[in-house]
T-cell receptor, first 114, second 112 residues
Framework: GAVVSQHPSWVICKSGTSVKIECRSL??????MFWYRQFPKQSLMLMAT?????????EQGVEKDKFLINHASLTLSTLTVTSAHPEDSSFYIC??????????FGQGTRLTVV | ELKVEQNPLFLSMQEGKNYTIYCNYS?????LYWYRQDPGKSLESLFV?????AVKQEGRLMASLDTKARLSTLHITAAVHDLSATYFC????????????FGTGTRLTIIP
């Protein structure tokens, strides 16, 4: 399958700071990228859908001003967690797809806010 | 709103036994996925089921889809320890938009 790379794999940050997570499709152009959040021992919950060159579509209950998503190119989407707090600590996973195909998942980023 | 439920949530079974994980979803859909997740890792794609009656097999795992019953099953045959993981089904509500709604997950533990 296609390769999606997420960076960093893990990050620890202080409360109140911002952290950026990158999601890259390495061998294909992704028309759509998705960002999921997974709390311990829970399922994946979709946070937002992003299409290259347009604003992200956020799921109900996800604060768009707190979770900034930029999809500047067909191979890169970024998620910035602004003013992070301990309750934002989670496992963040991106996926990428091109039209009408299976979405491919990145390796995930474990965020710990202290 | 699409709801996806898995049963059971936890499953502990002995090596060599067979078992089935069930995935029920609430709204019509024609594309269903099964994933495996190991602790601390991301998702590994197992199966993509695209139509009613689809059946796919890989090693000791076999997945099927009944779109009329809105049910998919993941059957494990002669379980081995390496299959211990959490298994998720995911449903694509609108064909072609790749947006997935995940099931609750089934944590499978294979006991030697």
């Amino acid at each position: 399958g296609a390769v999606v790379s997420q960076h960093p794999s893990w990050v620890i940050c202080k409360s109140g700071t911002s952290v950026k997570i990158e999601c890259r499709s390495l061998d294909f152009q992704a028309t759509t990228m998705f960002w999921y959040r997974q709390f311990p021992k829970q399922s994946l919950m979709l946070m937002a859908t992003s299409n290259e060159g347009s604003k992200a579509t956020y799921e109900q209950g996800v604060e768009k001003d707190k979770f900034l998503i930029n999809h500047a190119s067909l191979t890169l989407s970024t998620l910035t967690v602004t003013s992070a707090h301990p309750e934002d600590s989670s496992f963040y996973i991106c996926s990428a797809a091109y039209t009408n195909t299976e979405a491919f998942f990145g390796q995930g980023t474990r965020l710990t806010v202290v | 709103e699409l709801k996806v439920e898995q049963n059971p949530l936890f499953l502990s079974m002995q090596e060599g036994k067979n078992y089935t994980i069930y995935c029920n979803y609430s709204t019509t859909s024609d594309r269903l996925y099964w994933y495996r997740q190991d602790p601390g890792k991301s998702l590994e794609s197992l199966f993509v089921l695209l139509s009613n009656g689809a059946v796919k097999q890989e090693g000791r795992l076999m997945a099927s889809l009944d779109t009329k019953a809105r049910l998919s099953t993941l059957h494990i045959t002669a379980a081995v320890h390496d299959l211990s993981a959490t298994y998720f089904c995911a449903v694509e509500l609108v064909f072609g938009n790749e947006k997935l709604t995940f099931g609750t997950g089934t944590r499978l533990t294979i006991i030697p």
